[in-house]
């Protein structure tokens, strides 16, 4: 019995001795099973950040931008059908009222365009409940701007259910998808740095793993077997490195490009996109004034919506924040504010005329194409306005594509590079083990 025993003592010591291939074939396999965790790892991770900025880039960004640009389009409809309606039955005003009508028609367009996009990129049957809601509320909306503009001196009473439809039904249908679209927007790009913060700690755990165990094999294997180091494995420690320095590099770098892209791009562009919807409201107020022969309330909302503009009073998209930022020079800032102070003049100057019984001097002001005549004004305000709308939104887009380049081949270069470490790590033994043959 103590033989057995002592027997069973000697060949659990030499399982157990570091130099038996019993050994170094585990050292071998962990080493390769470690190797193949980080390239299964890294690809799939590489690939599903490629999915989810993809997802970023062609939907949820591009649904939240047509949702901004619905909003807008509405109110500006609404604010040509104003226009058409003042200047309704006048030869002199004709031309005045031909560009309300093509403009009209071309947010029309525009409406149905948006409405098109988000039905057919809508993700949940909510979504196309409320899109097909919306539908709903223009085709109403439709039907009321066609007996206005068919009805003659009684167009001031259709105008108002028309512009009722589109301020109780339409515009917050429209902000309702808008919220929605934006909050998709935000849920992928916390999604994105979720699987951005999983794959560096994979990575970098990983990598330390592999580096330790492909070291450590190394100074064994020329300790143990007195020979130099191992070319196979030195290439293999190489390899590695290799490929996680730059792969770590470009998941850091494509959330700080992807988050610079939301934050100083995007963001600003959806936030000045809800202003100038409401400046476009706003200055439709002016003309609601006058169609509604002087009534007060359009004036109040006037200068609500300015207070909103001008100070953030009840909303948070003042002029001052949201056309300024690093993006845009003080001057190009300035302008927006400044202009927008020109209209509100024209619109106090406008109400004054109208309330001292001078309707004809008011629509004049109002329609007037010279500096200091409202029509002026606000087209010189918009421009400034839409250049740097029109700026961000192309900075975006480019941030998009440059993130894309940035992850292409990703999700095969790991499958590539720890494959050639799996295949260098048995090579590298080899001939150890054909020393215990």
């Not at 226009?83 to 093509?102: E, H, P, S, W, Y």
């Not at 009684?154 to 515009?171: E, I, K, M, R």
């Not at 309330?297 to 006037?302: G, I, L, M, P, T």
């Amino acid at each position: 019995m103590p033989a057995v025993i002592e027997a069973t003592r000697t060949m659990a010591r030499r399982a157990v001795r570091p130099e038996t291939p019993a050994r170094l074939r585990l050292w071998v396999a962990v080493t390769v099973a470690t190797a193949a965790a980080l390239l299964l790892a890294l690809s799939l991770l590489m690939a599903r950040i490629q999915g989810q900025v993809r997802i970023i880039g062609d939907e949820a960004a591009p649904q939240a931008a047509t949702a901004a640009d619905l909003y807008f389009a509405l109110s500006d409809m609404d604010a040509q059908v104003a226009r058409m309606v003042l200047t309704g039955g006048d030869d002199a005003l004709a031309g005045t009222q031909i560009d309300a009508l093509g403009t009209y028609q071309q947010r029309s367009r525009q409406v149905d365009a948006d409405l098109q996009k988000s039905l057919t990129t809508s993700s949940s049957a909510a979504d196309r409940a409320a899109v097909l809601t919306l539908l709903d509320h223009l085709a109403v909306y439709r039907e009321r701007v066609w007996q206005t503009l068919t009805a003659g001196d009684a167009a001031a009473g259709f105008y108002t259910q028309a512009t009722n439809v589109l301020h109780l039904d339409l515009l917050p249908a429209a902000q309702g998808l808008k919220d929605t679209s934006e909050e998709r927007l935000d849920d992928a790009y916390a999604g994105k740095k979720v699987t951005q913060v999983l794959a560096v700690t994979c990575a970098l755990v990983l990598e330390i793993a592999l580096l330790i165990l492909l070291l450590t094999l190394q100074v064994w294997l020329a300790r143990r077997f007195r020979r130099v180091f191992s070319p196979a494995l030195l290439a293999a420690t190489v390899l590695t490195v290799l490929l996680i320095v730059p792969a770590v590099a470009v998941l850091v770098l494509q959330g700080q490009r992807l988050g610079e892209a939301r934050d100083d791009s995007l963001t600003p562009f959806l936030a000045l996109s809800q202003a100038r919807a409401i400046s476009y409201d706003a200055a439709a107020d002016t003309s609601r004034y006058l169609i509604s022969e002087n009534l007060a309330y359009y004036d109040d909302d006037f200068t609500a919506k300015a207070a909103c503009l001008d100070r953030g009073e009840s909303c948070d998209v003042s002029l001052p924040a949201v056309a300024g930022g690093r993006d845009v020079s003080p001057f190009d800032a300035e302008q927006v504010a400044s202009r927008w102070q020109a209209y509100q003049k024209d619109h106090r100057a406008i109400i004054a005329l109208a309330k001292a019984g001078k309707k004809d001097e008011a629509i004049g002001a109002l329609t007037g194409i010279r500096r200091g005549d409202a029509a002026f004004d606000f087209t010189y305000f918009d421009a400034a306005v839409a250049e740097i709308a029109d700026a961000r939104k192309a900075d975006f887009d480019q941030a998009m594509d440059n993130t894309s380049t940035l992850l292409t081949g990703w999700a095969v270069i790991p499958l590539v590079v720890m494959g050639l470490v799996i295949v260098l790590v048995p090579v590298a033994v080899r001939q150890r083990f054909a020393e215990y043959r």
